[in-house]
């Protein structure tokens, strides 16, 4: 077998030959695509080299099967070096043992912050809501080998040379807590530049550093304490040749068209303000143009965003349009089909000084109009005025809104000829793929996809279209897991839990919300995302380094809970812990009825505790921490007794008896032993019974629910829950003509808590991918998974995949008769453990451990 029949696809830090990375100890993976894909590995050996071609390191040939999470161990890399990586691969075949080698490259970013040679620059007058441009003009006798581009804008920038925009971007750089972070970044410029002159020029947005905001100035009582207007540092390398942003008179400002921006407000764009080609060679600024001056630098550190890039990811034409007002041929609402997160882009053409106002909203009221009640006090209005003849397109740079529908108000004269929806958000990859015979799950699994890529903005928020998109921490212990079974996010995920940490205060404790700019502080007692997340990146990753790098401020967050503990044991009441059951469960007219009336939300919160202190334990064993794993498990003992003393009754359920008070004990073990069985059928019998197979649970037991029922392999109960179409059930939510998952199970018009794309009542339908398809990794094992499909007696057929460090991880099952057909696909240098459907028997082994190749069985009803 030749090498050039199979492909080494290589990574380092997630990435194919990436720019900037900011870890001076990268990590590396790598996967075979091509004929010998069906083979494992048998050894491995890496070396790196600097650009010169001298060796920096080289880990040896390793007899081992792992390739992922290969962590460099060689000296601290240096800033803004290339290096080169080798890498060699013997894999196992049929015919024997064959080697296969490639090579790739990767570049540090600047790890040191005294090597930022610039200072940090705005516009000599500071105008709120106004885009300032600055740009600086600077001439090459050749072009340069090696042209770099390091730079922060804050709060959001636009980068251009020569007139051309830099990267495809959109709202960079991402949030941060700027007094502990601020992100970078990095470009290959060298194909924008030219000899003689050139142009680099900045657009400044206001974006999180900036916003002002009535909903933070009533709930959180002041901005911000990172709160600035605009600013910007570079620096840009030209070969040996330093460019850097400084106060030096070479550097210029001025305002540009767009007036007012605001991530929840929208944008203002004044096309007579134009500076036509102020980024372009050969433009002569007038006297508006000033001399910038010094700006505050940001108290954080900067760190290079390597994370996927915040940028489009599909258009959609309108649906339906209706002209409605009293100058109908003017005023328009669109109907585009589909919520998303985003803004539309239009083409248009008057007479200058007429505007095209465009309002944004997720509903429609009664008589046809556009409904924005429920995004509270943000305006979601955009407004384009035109400056000269002719067609003009346009579309915001600064914010995004949440939408379905929109409005568009036009002044007699103009007209719009094209209004497009762009979906804009976090380009997390899918990772994984879902179908089955059941059209309506394939639509639930498709909305809450959907609603997971709206909510991603540099940041998982709760919502895209109110006066709030937080990175909810409660959201999150309720999403990550769905998050990570679908998409391609450890790079996403690991920003996010940097923002964590910069959130985590002395003692341990982390708030309601991180990027911390609003909520508790410490946050209500459900913050064990912290914890889980981690975990289940590494389960999928075999990445060390995750478990490593977040270790010890994990151990000091479960620490500070533990102390939180009240002479019972358990966690105090708190107000952020089951959240947004149905109405009819919750206590009325407080948290805009979204807190539970009959789960103790100590249960829920120590509970929660003693999961934290479960995946501790399991943590410090992997990393060989034999004493923390100790410790941990003596408090799990401590937790499972104090809940059972102050919730279990000797009627067999927990609390008063709620569905939300059964589930967690149930899922956790944590049950007297003997009670298992009657908190059981207490639970079923609320559920199918009582209330005719409808949940009555929020965010974090209608999720953790379905995993209870995949953990018991009851598959047909949990189908039937899904397939629900009545009230409360995501089902309702599409009979009523929902695209993406509301905040609440009821279709609210005027409440001020009804966002209607908000991911957390959909994290449930992770248990498509763990239970129906059964794909789960095995933490700890490398390359190992478990495939345990659940075959509900409904459901016909199921296909779904999983990509894995080692390629795509294929299953589909489909009934015949008495048969079952079962195919999978398993990727390179992986192995899985197949275990028989319950009720199905066939001539190979149950739990029989399967490597890398294609498979067909036929199982027969036992």
């Not at 590995?41 to 071609?53: L, T």
């Not at 829920?604 to 034999?626: K, W």
């Not at 401590?638 to 359920?653: D, M, T, V």
């Amino acid at each position: 077998m030749e090498k050039k029949d199979s492909i080494l696809v290589m990574t380092c830090e997630y990435l194919q030959s990436p720019l900037g990375i900011q870890n001076e100890h990268p990590r590396f993976a790598w996967r075979l695509e091509g004929t010998l894909a069906n083979t494992m590995q048998k050894s491995y050996r890496v070396s790196v080299k600097d650009e010169s071609g001298d060796l920096i390191w080289d880990s040896g040939m390793r007899m081992s099967g792992k390739n992922s999470g290969i962590l460099y161990e060689g000296p601290a890399l240096e800033s803004r070096k290339r290096y080169l990586w080798d890498l060699e691969v013997s894999v196992l075949t049929d015919g024997g043992e064959t080697a296969l080698s490639s090579s790739d490259s990767f570049e540090t970013g600047i790890l040191c912050q005294k090597e930022w040679t610039g200072e940090w620059i705005r516009p000599c007058e500071e105008r709120r809501g106004e885009a300032p441009l600055i740009r600086r003009t600077f001439t090459l006798e050749e072009l340069p080998q090696k042209a770099r581009l390091y730079v922060c804008g804050l709060g959001y920038c636009e980068t251009t040379i020569n007139g051309i925009k830099v990267g495809d971007s959109s709202l960079d750089p991402g949030w941060t807590d700027y007094n502990k972070t601020a992100l970078y970044r990095v470009y290959d410029v060298g194909s924008y530049l030219k000899t003689g002159e050139n142009v680099l020029g900045f657009e400044l947005g206001e974006g999180w550093q900036g916003l002002e905001h009535e909903f933070f100035r009533i709930a959180a009582g002041t901005w911000p304490s990172w709160n600035s207007r605009p600013k910007v540092l570079c620096n840009l390398y030209l070969d040996e040749k330093i460019i850097a942003t400084k106060a030096d008179g070479n550097w210029r400002a001025a305002f540009g068209p767009v007036t007012e921006n605001n991530i929840y407000d929208g944008e203002t764009y004044d096309a007579s303000r134009e500076k036509t080609g102020w980024n372009e060679p050969g433009y002569f600024p007038d006297e508006t143009w000033k001399e910038v001056v010094g700006a505050d630098a940001p108290k954080g550190v900067l760190r290079s965003q390597i994370m996927p890039s915040i940028g489009e990811r599909l258009r959609r034409a309108p649906v339906h349009v209706a002209y409605t007002g009293e100058n109908d041929s003017y005023n328009m609402t669109i109907d585009y089909g589909q919520n998303m997160a985003g803004w539309v882009e239009i083409e248009a053409e008057g007479r200058p000084g007429t505007s095209v106002i465009i309002r944004y909203a997720e509903t429609l009221n009664p008589d046809g109009t556009v409904n924005q009640r429920n995004l509270r006090g943000a305006k979601a209005k955009d407004e384009y005025i035109i400056g000269q003849e002719g067609k003009h397109t346009w579309h915001p740079r600064f914010t995004y809104h949440g939408f379905r529908y929109v409005s568009i108000e036009m002044e007699p004269g103009t007209l719009v000829y094209r209004a497009d929806a762009v979906q804009i958000s976090t380009r997390n990859q899918r990772a994984a793929s879902f179908s089955c015979s059941d059209e309506l799950v394939n639509r639930i699994y498709e909305t809450v996809m959907r609603t997971e890529e709206n909510n991603i903005h540099s940041v998982p928020t709760d919502c895209p279209q109110r006066d709030e998109r937080l990175g909810w921490v409660n959201d999150m212990t309720a999403r990550y897991e769905n998050a990570i079974y679908n998409f391609d996010c450890v790079l996403a995920y690991e920003k996010w839990m940097q923002d964590l940490l910069d959130s985590q205060a002395e003692d341990g404790a982390i708030p309601d919300t991180a990027p911390y700019y609003f909520g508790g502080r410490p946050g209500s007692h459900i913050t064990s995302v912290f914890v889980l997340l981690p975990w289940c990146l590494y389960s999928f990753t075999n990445d060390r380094q995750i478990l490593e790098r977040y270790y010890e401020p994990m151990k000091k967050y479960v620490r500070f809970k533990l102390k939180e503990r009240t002479e019972k044991g358990l966690l105090p009441d708190c107000y952020f812990g089951e959240w947004a059951p149905p109405m009819t469960e919750a206590v009325w007219g407080w948290g805009e009825n979204a807190v539970p009336r009959d789960i103790p939300q100590p249960l829920v919160t120590t509970s929660y505790l003693y999961y934290d202190c479960a995946v501790m334990s399991r943590m410090g064993r992997e990393l060989g921490m034999e004493a923390d794993a100790d410790f941990f498990d003596e408090r799990c003992g401590e937790l499972q007794k104090a809940i059972n003393e102050e919730y279990y009754r000797e009627e067999g359920f927990y609390g008063t008896g709620a569905q939300g008070a059964d589930v967690m004990p149930l899922f956790l073990g944590i049950v007297p032993e003997g009670e298992k069985n009657r908190v059981m059928r207490h639970l079923l019998t609320d559920i199918v019974k009582k209330r005719g197979n409808h949940l009555a649970t929020g965010n974090q037991m209608t999720k953790l629910i379905y995993d209870l029922f995949v953990q018991e392999g009851m598959a047909d109960l949990a189908l039937t829950l899904m397939t629900q179409t009545t009230y409360p059930s995501i089902g309702y939510m599409l009979e009523q003509g929902a695209t993406t998952i509301w905040e609440r199970w009821e279709n609210l018009a005027v409440n001020h808590m009804n966002s209607h794309d908000h991911p957390m009542l959909g994290a449930f339908a992770v248990w498509l991918l763990k239970g129906l398809a059964g794909i789960k990794p095995v933490p700890g094992e490398v390359q190992r998974y478990e495939i345990r499909p659940l075959v509900p007696k409904k459901l016909e057929e199921v296909t779904a995949s999983r990509q894995l460090p080692g390629g795509r991880l294929g299953i589909s099952w489909k009934k015949a008769e008495e048969e079952l057909q079962v195919s999978l696909r398993i990727p390179w240098n992986t192995s899985v453990r197949f275990y028989i459907p319950e009720g199905y028997r066939a001539d190979i082994e149950d739990a029989a451990v399967l490597e890398s190749g294609n498979y067909e069985f036929h199982l027969w009803k036992a």
